[in-house]
């Protein structure tokens, strides 16, 4: 399905033909919300990079920040950001198979209780807006302040960035299928 707005491929501005490039260079196609949003609204190439960088200052462990982002991403149909995640899943050599559980968290053995907690907290957050004084409460026993911020934060980040590809209808770059095929080239070599 095609995004609403037809991508820009050979956009004006340097810096959106440096960053282009670089994300080439990265995930081997140049994401579809550059080509759509960035090179329409060149400003927000600064945001978004000191908002990725901030999440990527955040102290939880890796793991469990792309769990709270793919569960999010999913509740809300972002197919973009879905993919993004199992991309990166994949490229920092995480185990697939818990991410593919994410619907099952509060059942599946692959989840602790405090990932269980983390997830509840992102999807009752993501559905509602709020949370119950349960589901904080549980949140807490497992997570100091700090943690409950940064759990906070990347949820709000993740619905920020669904909010922007849904309505344009930007879906799946196919970044996971991009990263497997790469990472099967480096280990056959």
Request: hydrophobic fraction near 35%; glycine fraction near 4%.
């Amino acid at each position: 399905m095609a995004p609403r707005l037809q991508p820009i491929e050979k956009p004006d501005e340097p810096e959106i033909q440096s960053t282009y490039q670089m994300t080439r260079q990265k995930f081997g196609t140049v994401l579809t919300p550059l080509k759509v949003v960035t090179a329409r609204m060149p400003e927000s190439l600064g945001v978004n990079r000191e908002l990725q960088k901030f999440r990527e200052e955040i102290q939880l462990d890796s793991e469990l920040k792309l769990m709270v982002g793919m569960l999010t991403s999913e509740i809300n149909g972002c197919g973009f950001c879905v993919d993004l995640a199992q991309s990166e899943t994949v490229r920092k050599n995480l185990r697939m198979e818990k991410f593919n559980a994410l619907a099952e968290y509060q059942t599946s053995p692959l989840f602790s209780d405090r990932e269980r907690a983390a997830l509840a907290y992102a999807e009752e957050t993501t559905r509602q807006k709020n949370v119950s004084d349960a589901t904080f409460e549980e949140l807490r026993t497992h997570f100091n302040e700090q943690e409950i911020v940064e759990i906070t934060w990347l949820n709000a980040f993740q619905n920020y960035t669904n909010l922007v590809n849904i309505p344009l209808k930007i879906e799946s770059d196919g970044l996971c299928a991009i990263t497997q095929s790469e990472t099967q080239l480096d280990h056959d070599e």
